[in-house]
């Protein structure tokens, strides 16, 4: 076995890198492996000469999976620490294992997780008393890392509620934190997903203290009359009226420095902004905040006025590139776009220049676009910025047709205004990137997994009247669920979000009613409409329409609904434009160039005929070692696979039980180096999985 990087000659890199010395078990301790979100580790047992001799060698089934209707997901990068592993299972349940072996030692039992997929746990320890962090449903849970109880002294019997100091005139109830937070000190940092409607609850970044679970400080992203950022709302009072500009995706931790980077979304509704004019400081935008109080150190906003919903979809990574012969630490951030946005850690100064770019005016009435978007110089965006009728794919089935309906449609811009008319957004709603993120190494390099699929959609007024009052079930529908499950009730062509047709056939009465109330999955509880709305939807999708007046409960609701998150395929089942169709980049931080771009995922019957691998939509984030190895899965063909980071040559792929939506990872136990993978599955219409498997080289 190769020996690991001494530690004197790591010092310089980012604080929480885990060192190694002759015979020690090495730790991944944290989301994406250590608070700098790199990806990283110092393991080189693993490597270019002998990945092709992996093995399986355990695989642990966690439970809960649905493989009825295969909506289940395990999106977990696990933890591991002093040989215990600790993840999440398909059902939402934590867990802790073996990390040798794969044998259960505990796990939860808890029962309120529903409307909750959760990307892992975060641990905090001091001597003898060590912890495991859990977000799920509305709650924070603070559980024995030993035994798995609940540390009743945390919160309310081991809990606390995250509803609790986010709620707003008008706002719903859904709330979690399904992404592991952020440890400094004593202090846990949580940032929260809300719903993306106009009901959404405030988005604020707060902090508690491990032990009690008392609240120790708060930063509004929507700021409040005397705080800095509030003159780029308009109307007045916009946290009485507006929600979101929330921090789902994950934060990164400076700890020498004591600066916590967080990146935010959107405020909500997502597709339109009239009523809330101007750029909307602190959504779309990374944040410096002093750890310790929540002070605004300092802040890019990356969109202004976002109204194409264009959160910044991953954690920032924090790392060091050489300019000028000089070392930087430097921070950065993806972008569902395809940018990359470089700055100085410490003074917020871009490390390439940054354009204010004058994009389309021609939104709809009410509306009032940015004049400009900062769009950076370098790195050059890792997918492409267009899309136009030069862009359909050779082999595109019905292309007379696909050209005709273009031909119409608003393209050729990536801050297109969405109207009325169909409006093509691409790369797509989620990305270019997404929640997997980038990683990065002490070289300063960056690998970057991104998906390129045409989205469409368009904005239609809810009422052609200003009347509160809907009549029935049918037009209840068009305003609640048809922006995820359309207005035909078919669904998303990718399955992400299923169809409701003949839903009397799959659940009862009671059993819809049930998850409208409490969410699950993708959606977000409707617990906030009164009980006769939620009466009228249920007996519309079981055909059994009602004629009768339903006023509306919610305030402030927008003029426009959008007609959904329309991935654009042909009939064929493929994406409209020219492959690829999935990539991993390789950008260099130091020149701000990119190294090499390879396809990611494969059509399997597509290469049979000869047509080269054209990549996929993916899900999930890279593993990269110091054995020259970037490991990721994330693809719906099923398999997990390792490139070389020098090059992006494809050196080893391994078929997995079910499709690795998440963020591999990487330790050793009595000097064996292990990858693991959570195989969840349950998107892109692939099958839900329950197991994590781990792979080794055979002794």
Same mark, same amino acid.
């Given at each position: ?6 530690t004197?000659?790591?010092?310089a ?7 190694c010395?002759?015979g020690?078990n090495?730790?991944w ?31 642990y ?14 999106? %977990? ?12 299972? &398909?059902d ?35 001597? %003898?008393?060590?912890?495991i ?11 024995? &890392? ?58 604020d ?28 709302w ?20 400076d ?11 959107s405020?909500?509704?997502d ?16 944040l ?18 976002d ?8 954690? /920032? ?60 110089v ?14 359909f ?7 007379d047709?696909?050209v ?20 093509i ?42 009347? /509160? ?12 669920c048809?922006?995820c ?22 659940? %009862? ?16 509880s ?5 009980? %006769? ?42 994406p ?13 931080g ?8 390879v396809?990611?995922g ?10 080269? /691998? ?6 999930g ?19 997990i ?22 963020t ?29 498997? &781990? ?5």
């Amino acid at each position: 076995m190769k020996t690991c990087i001494p530690t004197v000659a790591l010092l310089a890199l980012a604080p929480l890198f885990t060192f190694c010395s002759s015979g020690s078990n090495i730790d991944w301790p944290e989301y994406n492996g250590d608070g700098t979100r790199s990806h990283y580790s110092t393991l080189d047992q693993i490597d270019t000469s002998n990945v092709a001799k992996l093995k399986t060698a355990w695989i642990y089934a966690s439970g809960g999976a649905d493989t009825l209707r295969n909506r289940s997901q395990i999106q %977990s990068n696990a933890i591991i620490i002093d040989g215990v592993l600790y993840g999440v299972s &398909a059902d939402t349940q934590a867990f802790a294992i073996n990390a040798e072996t794969g044998k259960e030692l505990w796990k939860t039992d808890l029962s309120d997780n529903e409307g909750t997929t959760s990307r892992g746990v975060t641990y905090w320890s001091e001597k %003898s008393d060590k912890r495991i962090f859990f977000g799920v449903g509305r709650w924070l849970y603070a559980i024995d &890392a030993a035994t798995g109880k609940l540390i009743e002294t945390f919160g309310e019997e081991g809990r606390i509620d995250l509803k609790v100091g986010i709620e707003r005139p008008g706002a719903d109830n859904y709330v979690t934190s399904n992404t592991p937070n952020t440890i400094y000190k004593n202090l846990i940092i949580t940032g929260t997903r809300v719903s993306e409607s106009e009901t959404a609850l405030l988005g604020d970044i707060r902090a508690y203290d491990v032990r009690d679970g008392s609240l120790a400080w708060t930063f509004h992203t929507i700021p409040e009359a005397d705080e800095p950022g509030y003159d780029t709302w308009s109307p007045a009072n916009p946290r009485e009226r507006l929600g979101g500009a929330n921090s789902w995706m994950g934060m990164a931790i400076d700890r020498e420095r004591g600066i916590v980077y967080v990146p935010t979304g959107s405020a909500a509704f997502d597709f339109y902004g009239g009523n809330r004019k101007g750029d909307n400081l602190y959504a779309n935008s990374l944040l410096a905040l002093k750890a310790s109080d929540g002070a605004l150190l300092w802040h890019y906003q990356i969109v202004r006025h976002d109204i194409w919903d264009r959160d910044l979809p991953a954690p /920032p990574n924090l790392f060091t590139i050489t300019r000028e012969g000089r070392k930087v630490d430097v921070v950065s951030v993806i972008t569902k776009q395809g940018h990359t946005f470089i700055f100085d850690r410490v003074t917020g100064k871009p490390i390439y220049p940054i354009n204010d770019v004058a994009f389309p005016q021609d939104a709809a009435p009410g509306e009032y676009p940015s004049l400009t978007q900062p769009i950076p110089v370098k790195p050059a965006p890792f997918t492409r910025q267009t899309f136009t009728a030069a862009d359909f794919n050779s082999f595109v089935a019905d292309r007379d047709s696909l050209v005709e309906i273009l031909a119409q449609a608003k393209t050729g811009s990536p801050y297109t205004p969405i109207t009325g008319t169909m409006t093509i957004i691409f790369p797509g709603t989620d990305g270019g990137g997404q929640w997997g993120g980038a990683a990065t190494d002490p070289d300063g390099m960056m690998y970057v997994p991104a998906k390129e699929i045409p989205v469409y959609t368009s904005l239609v007024l809810r009422s052609q009247e200003d009347n /509160p009052a809907i009549s029935g079930g049918v037009s209840l529908y068009k305003v609640y669920c048809s922006n995820c499950h359309g207005n035909d009730l078919n669904g998303s062509h990718d399955g992400a979000y299923p169809g409701l047709i003949n839903l009397k056939a799959r659940l %009862s009465r009671d059993q819809v009613l049930a998850v409208m109330k409490s969410g699950k999955g993708m959606m977000p509880s409707f617990s906030h409409i009164s009980q %006769s709305e939620q009466d009228a939807i249920v007996d519309f999708l079981s055909d059994n329409e009602i004629d009768e007046q339903i006023e509306l409960s919610q305030q402030n609701v927008s003029p426009y609904q959008h007609t959904g998150y329309n991935r654009w395929y042909d009939t064929k089942g493929y994406p409209v434009n020219t492959p690829p169709w999935g990539t991993l980049t390789a950008i260099d931080g130091n020149t701000g160039e990119r190294r090499w771009q390879v396809p990611l995922g494969e059509y399997k019957e597509l290469t049979e005929k000869g047509i080269p /691998p054209t990549g996929t939509d993916n899900y999930g984030g890279p593993l990269l070692t110091a054995g020259g190895l970037v490991f990721m899965a994330g693809t719906p063909d099923e398999k997990i696979r390792a490139f070389k980071k020098s090059t992006g040559e494809l050196v080893w792929e391994h078929d997995l039980p079910a499709a690795g939506y998440a963020t591999p990872s990487t330790y050793s136990i009595n000097g064996k180096q292990y990858i693991v993978i959570a195989c969840g599955g349950g998107k892109l219409k692939s099958k839900s999985g329950d197991q994590y498997v &781990a792979f080794a080289l055979e002794d």
